[in-house]
């Protein structure tokens, strides 16, 4: 990894110096995504001895591990839930073009290179975490369909990132929808992710302004006694169907081919990935009325484990065949599970990496929450879109969940040492 050093001598202490007395008790870094090369690991530096429980001078292990911003693929998109997320829409200002977009980005890289590395912001750093270190920040930038038209690079854009079809069951509210550019941010602690937040922020400057943003979170680690797949708002263990690293077509299925497929103008996007964002609101207060047994029909697994109700544990296939007593599938015909398995689509999967959130309390009393949904693909065409055609014709959880916002962003591939993202584009 590149090393980082102080942009402004007076700063008499920085992120990164703080870590350098973190005993070795606190080295349980782990690696992230083989298929990715984004490494996460232990950020020790010096001999301290304190332990890893928070005595003086020390780290704990969540706030020592390290994600790297430079290899293959962008960070962030096989890194593991983290606690804290923020999702932010950017429009370029009027009469800024490509030149504008390339120092942005430009601006963008230097600042999360230097915040994933537990360093202060390069610019008037705020101090919000200097105290803390990486916490596993990510910061993931991507490209809106208006970007290319604005910066002029129209020919260069994918087909894949053509608009999403309409859906039925819609509810879109355009003005948190889209925009020419997007990052994700995500951290095991809160100040870090929103520290990240605000510098990128004012990196923007005058050649960006916010369009929406959005923040979400996930359990923090450590907060079972066994890692576990995730739970959403609704209680249900959600990602269980997701592809894993390990499988032989991992990769395939959600990164972008260097050598292709389409024109050579298109080639930038090699080892880059399609992002589908969108804010689903739940109806808790309707879900929360129906009996155990009526929700887990609803999902086609149990609630407390996950597993199908076919039998078995929370990764045991689905027995879409299977019938029950009464004559009917024992996984209902419009059962989320069901209707989701990629058996079920041609094959079709993603990635799915989602935040939930809680926005308050509207004027009717129920909770404005739900799932900030994040799904990864190598194209959306055989990802997200046929997935979500099925789900629009017929899902039981269609009648408690509301789509209301919606994009698709084109995500560059991970830059190389000293590179910013997206530089293969715009200086291509």
Known sequence: MTSVTESNPDIEISR???????????A?????????????????TGSGTGSATGAAGSLS????????????????????LQAKG???????????GRAEAAALLRRWSDTARRLMAGET?????????????????????????????????????????????????DRLDPRRSNGDLWVQIGANDGLVAFHALRALQKDAGDAARVRWQMNGFNRS????????TARNLMGQVDGTGNPKPSEPDFNQRIFVPAAGPGPAEHAWMGGGSYAVVRRIRMLLDDWDQQTLAQQEQVIGRTKATGAPLTGGEETTELDLDKIGGD???????????????PEQNGGAAMLRRPFSFHDGIGPDGAPDAGLLFICWQADPLRGFVPVQRKLDRGDALSAFIRHESSGLYAVPPGPRSGEYVGQRLLEG
Do not use: C, K, W, Y
């Open 28 to 44: 349980a870094g782990l690696a992230l995504g083989g298929a990715s090369g984004a490494l996460a690991h232990s950020a020790l």
């Open 327 to 341: 004559g009917r599938p024992v996984i209902a015909a419009n059962a989320h599970a069901r209707i989701s398995a």
């Open 16 to 26: 990164r110096r703080l870590l350098g007395t973190v005993g070795a008790a606190g």
């Open 61 to 80: 292990s969540l706030g020592a591990t390290r994600v790297a911003f430079e290899g293959d693929h962008q960070a962030g998109i096989t890194t593991p």
């Open 121 to 169: 912001a390069p610019t008037a750093d705020s101090g919000i975490a200097l105290d803390a270190g990486p916490s596993s920040l990510t910061v993931t930038f991507g490209f809106g369909h208006s970007f290319f038209e604005r910066t002029g690079l129209s020919a260069h854009r994918p087909t894949a990132l053509d608009p999403l079809p309409d859906f039925s069951s």
């Open 221 to 228: 680690p450590g907060a079972t006694s066994t890692p576990m």
């Open 86 to 96: 923020h999702v932010v829409a950017f429009d370029l200002a009027g009469g800024a």
